[in-house]
């Protein structure tokens, strides 16, 4: 009996030590749309944040069920009902989420159309799109005048913006372009620098404990682990998170090994950016700095040779005449001879073709095409081991490749995605552009001599130790490089003189134009005024008929009377076209008047419009897309008016001809003339302005000549009095005191010159100094200044900047002129303006900063608004200010702000005003 009991025990025992241990399971919801941090492939959640949450269950002995919340706001949702313990992951934006440690950070961006070329500001009204509400309140607080459209899914948002319904859309950086690149769309977009931010990620739960639970667990998993997860989905490295630096050590044979040895090195002259001969005749590029990075690691001894040729390179490893190449790919053929390290950096293959040329998708679209590409380059290799059956053009460097597509005797050249970026702009290939890529990547090695193998693991070593920041900041280096751009001003003058000629010939063809438009408009105004009596009888029948129509249909008339909108359908087979009432109105004719027709449609298009809309119907027919134009139409009256056509294929019959086309017309006149009047409005402001300070030059002009005027006339008074009392004057003195009118005349002269220039600026960019173009602007206020008693403390660089002089003058006298009045209203005692001017990047500082106490808070976010003035009526018009923000943001592309800083002088303490300033050196 004992000895059963044992027995029993014994198998207690055995069964616990073998059990499983409990898992503890979480459920997680998450967003299937949100590739690539997750999102559903075959039924199962896909994703970078998808496999950390499953890398934390594993090293934590934990179950976790992914639940699809369908959408954000669900996901959201279900976790704050309290149906899953977990949300993948977000920024905490609710009063009721508790959020983990920071494990993840997304950059945000903006992006909208790529065929939209306006500047974006964030004052300005646009239609903005989100994902979700998560980034509701961000958008608001940057972008207060704008108006906000949330997005459950990306699909629909993506639509929008390519269709132009919205301005932008704003979201994870990574996660738009990933959902485009897959859906075809990525061409279609391009992202602004207006707006972004670090956004972080963090697990959300109902509670502490949980989170707590997610901090502790998580603190388990090692950078190396994250690292190679997010490599996994992120290829870019300046897009990653995490970095992975591992230390090394050599082993006893390769330190000894490098010790005795002096590597003799192989070097291209002409592979530009990677490495290359400089002009100083020494090795440079990309590869030369990561090289000369590992060679630092190793302490390598080291003895460079160039090459004209990569064949010649390769022949030297072949022979062992060399031992590396450090800026290769591997390919089949040369592990014949060779070992490669581990690839330490990665490009695109790209695709480079004539600029008129469409966007290339994948090497499939130009398999029948000749290709350039370099004889026994690796992109020549690589593409001949994949696509052995495409006709190459065999070129000995990048140079002739490049001609060769410009000379049209090859369709493409490819190669190296940065080597091409750098070769097109050095070279000036304007006509060239890359067009796409062959979906193969360069995986950039060291070459080897096959009997170095302790070379090869000391250098692999190395590579794994690279910092990627500082690999990162080589690549931007050269990515970055400006190119000079040699101009023949020999053939400026013969174009200069060609110009000059050509506007003479215009100015007198002009004046005769202006004899014949005369006469024309004299028969023109006769034949007006028979039309209006005529148009007068039109629109009497066509008010007639449009009030009968209206009570045929009423409320479908009513919503197209109020957004100007006409619909119609043309019905191909049958060739009939029907129009809706408003479809009539807007073309002033009645459905009992005419039958609408193609034929008729047509005749109402604008002469110099027609080839557009018969482009349109062509399209139309060709994509079977919905298509949106502008066209103008000419009534029978003679009145122009701009419409917006939109039309689609909706109907196709079984062989899928097109059957039914449908559309609509609007009425944009109202919209045109608005932007007319805009532009005018925006002329008269500026004519205000440069009226106003015409009067302050005036005011200048005569501070500045009261003293000469003064002397001149003492001067010649002088003389008079001399005759009258002693009858006779020393030749001395007439001298003396011509010679005091004379030299105060020509004070007057160069007077006048400086203000001319002024009032006669020159409209067209030129090239100057800041600080000169700071003291021109000062000396024409130099007797206000000085009758204002007011010290200026200048520190101004000497940078050259190309931009409009006179604008930026216009500029600089309006915050001058401000300055002054202030200083002038406070009765200050010690009156101070203090100028600086330096060069930021590429960018051009000047800060105008006085002692004047400051704006008031109350009107400081309205004095670059039109005619808002603190002075009297008589003293200030209330658009100078408006004048130099438009100036300075549209004209300059720059930016102006207006900040009040109290600051330390002479050991003391001040208040003012400081208008900054800050645009690019070239404009």
């Not at 996994?232 to 490295?237: A, E, H, L, R």
Request: hydrophobic share 35%.
């Amino acid at each position: 009996m004992l000895k059963l009991k044992t027995f029993i025990i014994f198998l207690f025992f055995i069964s616990f030590l073998y059990a499983k241990p409990f898992k503890k399971t979480f459920t997680v919801s998450y967003d299937p749309n949100y590739a690539p941090f997750s999102y559903l492939e075959n039924q199962e959640p896909q994703g970078l944040l998808i496999d950390y949450w499953k890398l934390w269950a594993e090293k934590n002995n934990y179950e976790i069920k992914f639940i699809n919340g369908k959408l954000w706001d669900n996901s959201i949702q279900l976790l704050k009902e309290g149906k899953v313990d977990f949300f993948l992951g977000t920024e905490v934006y609710k009063d009721w989420m508790y959020g983990s440690n920071v494990f993840y950070k997304r950059r945000t961006a903006l992006f909208t159309h790529k065929q939209t070329s306006k500047d974006f500001t964030k004052n300005a009204s646009y239609i903005i799109g989100i994902i979700g509400k998560d980034y509701e309140q961000v958008i608001k607080e940057n972008f207060p005048n704008s108006e906000i459209i949330i997005y459950k899914d990306y699909d629909k948002a993506i639509n929008n913006l390519i269709s132009k319904k919205i301005d932008l859309l704003y979201d994870d950086k990574i996660a738009i372009e990933f959902y485009t690149l897959q859906t075809r769309h990525f061409h279609e977009i391009k992202s602004i620098e207006l707006f972004s931010k670090i956004s972080e990620t963090s697990a959300i739960a109902l509670n502490q404990e949980l989170i707590d639970i997610f901090n502790k667990g998580f603190n388990k998993l090692t950078p190396e682990e994250l690292y190679d997860i997010e490599s996994k989905w992120i290829i870019n490295d300046k897009f990653k998170y995490y970095n992975r630096t591992k230390e090394f050590t050599l082993s006893e044979e390769e330190k000894e090994f490098i010790k005795k040895n002096e590597f003799k090195i192989s070097i291209g002259e002409q592979w530009k950016p990677f490495s290359f001969k400089s002009s100083s005749n020494l090795p440079t590029g990309i590869s030369t700095e990561i090289w000369e990075l590992l060679s630092k690691k190793l302490n390598l001894k080291t003895k460079y040779t160039f090459f004209k040729t990569f064949t010649e390179q390769l022949q030297s490893i072949e022979t062992k005449k060399q031992d590396i190449i450090f800026s290769t790919g591997k390919t089949k053929d040369r592990e014949k001879y060779s070992i490669f390290t581990k690839s330490y950096i990665s490009f695109p293959i790209s695709i480079v073709t004539l600029k008129d040329e469409n966007f290339i998708e994948n090497i499939e679209q130009i398999k029948n095409k000749k290709i350039a590409v370099g004889r026994n380059f690796t992109a020549h290799k690589l593409l001949k081991e994949k696509y052995p059956k495409l006709d190459f053009l065999l070129v000995p460097n990048i140079k002739k490749g490049l001609q060769a597509v410009e000379n049209k005797k090859a369709f493409a050249y490819i190669d190296i995605k940065p080597s091409l970026t750098y070769n097109i702009g050095k070279l000036d290939f304007e006509n060239l552009k890359i067009s796409g890529n062959t979906g193969l990547n360069f995986n950039l090695a060291i070459m080897i001599r096959d009997d170095y193998q302790l070379l090869q693991s000391a250098l692999n070593k190395a590579i794994d130790n690279l910092d990627e920041q500082e690999m990162q900041n080589i690549i931007n280096k050269w990515e970055n490089i400006q190119f000079e751009n040699r101009f023949d001003y020999e053939m400026i003058w013969i174009v200069l003189s060609i110009i000059i000629l050509i506007i003479t010939i215009l100015v007198y063809l002009n004046q005769l134009n202006i004899k014949r438009n005369k006469i024309l408009k004299e028969k023109v105004e006769e034949r007006t005024k028979e039309l209006k009596k005529l148009n007068e009888s039109l629109e009497r029948k066509v008010e007639e008929k449009t009030k009968e129509l209206k009570k045929a249909n009423y409320l479908l008339d009513e919503a197209q009377k109020i957004a100007h909108l006409g619909s119609f359908q043309y019905d191909i087979k049958k060739d009939e076209l029907f129009w809706s009432n408003e479809h009539f109105k807007i073309f002033e004719l009645s459905a009992d008047e005419v039958k609408p027709s193609v034929e008729l449609f047509l005749s109402y298009v604008h002469e110099e419009d027609k080839k557009l809309i018969k482009n349109h119907i062509k399209k139309l027919f060709s994509f079977r897309s919905k298509l949106i134009n502008e066209f103008r139409i000419v009534l029978k009256n003679n009145t122009i008016k701009y419409l917006q056509i939109s039309s689609k294929i909706t109907k196709v019959d079984e062989k899928s001809d097109p059957v039914l086309i449908v559309g609509t017309v609007l009425d944009i006149t109202k919209i045109k003339k608005l932007e007319q009047e805009k532009r005018e409005r925006d002329t008269i402001l500026a004519q205000q302005s440069k009226m106003a300070a015409m009067g302050e030059m005036l005011e200048n002009i005569a501070h500045q000549w009261r003293q000469p005027l003064s002397v001149i006339s003492t001067a010649s008074t002088g003389m008079q009095l001399t005759l009258e009392i002693e009858n006779k004057i020393s030749k001395e003195l007439v001298l003396d005191n011509i010679q005091t009118i004379n030299e105060h005349a020509q004070y007057l002269s160069k007077t006048i010159d400086d203000f001319r220039n002024f009032f006669n600026p020159n409209k067209e960019k030129t090239t100057f100094q800041i600080d000169s173009c700071i003291n021109k602007s000062l000396y024409l206020i130099t007797s206000k200044i000085n009758s204002s008693k007011i010290e200026l403390i200048k520190e101004m660089e000497d940078t050259t900047i190309s931009t409009l002089e006179s604008e930026l003058t216009q500029v600089l006298l309006n915050i001058f002129n401000n300055a002054i009045d202030a200083l002038n209203q406070k009765k200050i005692e010690n009156k101070l303006i203090f100028i600086e001017a330096k060069k930021q990047n590429d960018n051009i500082f000047i800060s105008i900063k006085d002692n004047a106490g400051g704006v008031p808070k109350e009107i400081r976010n309205r004095i670059f608004e039109p005619y808002f003035t603190t002075k009297h009526k008589s003293q200030g018009t209330g658009i100078g200010l408006y004048m130099s923000s438009q100036i300075i943001t549209k004209h300059l592309n720059g930016s102006i702000k207006l900040e009040n800083e109290e600051f330390t002088f002479d050991n003391k303490i001040y208040k003012g005003a400081n208008f900054k300033i800050i645009f690019p050196l070239v404009t």
